[in-house]
């Protein structure tokens, strides 16, 4: 059961409010009071039942006022909910948006604007996948969660640029935020695509810490290394941070990193030298066993609010008579 409104719930402090005040008022001397003589004839008289409840209506009262703000807050159940059995590949891609992600070796137009092109053929490819997005730079984000919409997936990628994080390459954050997306989802149908052209260099968890995560839940890890051969054409447009030097490459001891990540999680390394070789990668990160997966999903819910409120008010009403005939006390 779900409550609709629930803010409306915080109603039922006036009538535990209430409550507590009637009970101070009871046991509290009072002020003023009228002396009557001792009449002990009466001591072995039977006591009526008016005098047994005088307390009944304001409870009756404080008991409807209790069940309309419970009517308030919509109590629901769900109505029609149905299973959905799916055959899909679940798949997490982290993309480094991190300032050297602008380097102009790859034609045309630079890293970023290549991995972004590629990596938009690869979801129009994955009808019934789930795929999720990570962007990271010194700071991981979730651009977009798993999703079966590959036209939403690719639309988020359209805006995605170099900027939008403090420039940086936490690559252990950006695989610790895929991991919470796939964490309750089928291992052996799950993986995670990284696409970086640089080392780790901030952030946490490590990388090789996350991957260490991964291996234990049975996640794969497929790592790419963008970068060309030999890194000679900067965009012009872009000021290096070291004075206008060409951007770096990715280094032996980058890769090194890289593929102790894959090879622990049971993924695989790729080095992407150009376009049509992140491409062909792409491609080739298809092995992957698709599972049954049950979905439940709620279509419908049913409202309860009337088991609440009619009785609510009939309560309501009986404490109010009550204390206007047969229960009425004196002022």
């Known amino acids: 059961m779900r409550f609709a409104d629930p803010v409306y719930l915080l109603l039922l402090l006036v009538p535990l409010g209430w409550a507590v005040a009637r009970w ?4 509290a001397v009072p002020v003023e009071r009228i002396g009557f003589p001792g009449l002990p004839f009466l001591q072995g008289a039977p006591v009526t039942w008016r005098a047994r409840w005088p307390w009944l209506p304001d ?3 404080m008991l409807g006022l209790a069940l309309l703000a419970v009517a308030l807050a919509r109590p629901q159940v769900p109505h029609e909910v149905r299973q959905i059995r799916s055959k899909s590949r679940n798949i997490m891609v982290a993309l480094d948006i991190s300032s050297s992600m602008k380097a102009g070796d790859f034609q045309p137009g630079n890293r970023l604007m290549v991995a972004r092109s590629v990596l938009a053929d690869f979801t129009r490819e994955r009808k019934g996948d789930l795929l999720g997005l990570v962007i990271f730079a010194g700071r991981a984000f979730l651009q977009a969660p798993l999703t079966p919409d590959n036209d939403l997936l690719g ?3 359209g805006k995605v640029d170099i900027g939008m994080l403090p420039d940086g390459t936490a690559i252990g954050t950006a695989i610790a935020t895929c991991l919470n997306q796939l964490k309750d989802l089928p291992p052996a149908a799950s993986a995670i695509v990284l696409i970086t052209d640089g080392a780790n260099n901030t952030g946490k968890p490590s990388p090789l810490v996350a991957a260490e995560a ?3 839940i049975g996640i794969r890890i497929h790592t790419i290394g963008v970068s060309a051969a030999d890194t000679t054409a900067p965009d012009k447009r872009f000021i290096w941070r070291a004075g206008g030097r060409t951007p770096d490459r990715l280094t032996s001891g980058d890769e090194a990193i890289l593929k102790r990540i894959s090879d622990r999680t049971g993924g695989r390394y790729f080095r992407a030298t150009d376009p049509q ?4 990668i792409l491609s080739a990160i298809d092995p992957l066993e698709r599972r049954e997966v049950k979905i439940s999903e ?6 309860l609010f009337g088991f609440a409120l009619g009785p609510g008010l009939g309560l309501l009403a009986v404490g109010l ?7 009425r006390g004196l002022p």
Not at 321 to 327: N, Q, S
């Open 214 to 216: 991964a291996r234990a």
């Open 298 to 303: 709620t279509r419908d819910y049913r409202e």
């Open 321 to 327: 008579v009550l204390g206007a005939t047969r229960l």
């Open 24 to 27: 101070r008022d009871r046991r």
């Open 155 to 157: 639309r988020m990628l």
């Open 59 to 61: 409870a009756l009262r």
């Open 277 to 280: 070789a992140l491409k062909e």
